[in-house]
Nanobody, 127 residues
Framework: QLQLVESGGGLVQPGGSLRLSCAGS????????IGWFRQAPGKEREGVSC????????DYADSVKGRFTISRDNFGNMAYLQMNSLKPEDTAVYYC????????????????????WGQGTQVTVSS
């Protein structure tokens, strides 16, 4: 059973940067694609980005393209979300998730495609 733990959230001013980390343990990390999702108060959980199992391909929501970068380190069972030029509308709880497919696929941003979830980390963008 894969376990995921996010870290790196916090309070940042608009225009600032944060790097979120996702640590995986206990499962087939190397064969899973990893997604990042976020959920703002009163809103549905939405897909932010996904990276394939070997890190060669990735997908992004239009709202974060050019500002966020997803990466992974399979030696250390880690995934990252580098977030730059943050905006107040990026404020949300951010979750990493894993699914048993090597590629993210067309439905990379669909929550029920993912089998394992972390507990989330809060990101607040405010002056």
């Amino acid at each position: 059973q894969l376990q995921l733990v996010e870290s790196g959230g916090g309070l940042v001013q608009p225009g600032g940067s944060l790097r979120l980390s996702c640590a995986g343990s206990g499962g087939a990390w190397h064969y899973d694609s990893i997604g990042w999702f976020r959920q703002a108060p009163g809103k549905e959980r939405e897909g932010v980005s996904c990276i394939s199992s070997n890190g060669d391909t990735s997908d992004y929501a239009d709202s974060v393209k050019g500002r966020f970068t997803i990466s992974r380190d399979n030696f250390g069972n880690m995934a990252y979300l580098q977030m730059n030029s943050l905006k107040p509308e990026d404020t949300a709880v951010y979750y990493c998730a894993a699914k048993g497919f090597v590629l993210c696929g067309a439905n990379w941003n669909v929550t029920h495609e993912y089998d394992f979830w972390g507990q989330g980390t809060q990101v607040t963008v405010s002056s």
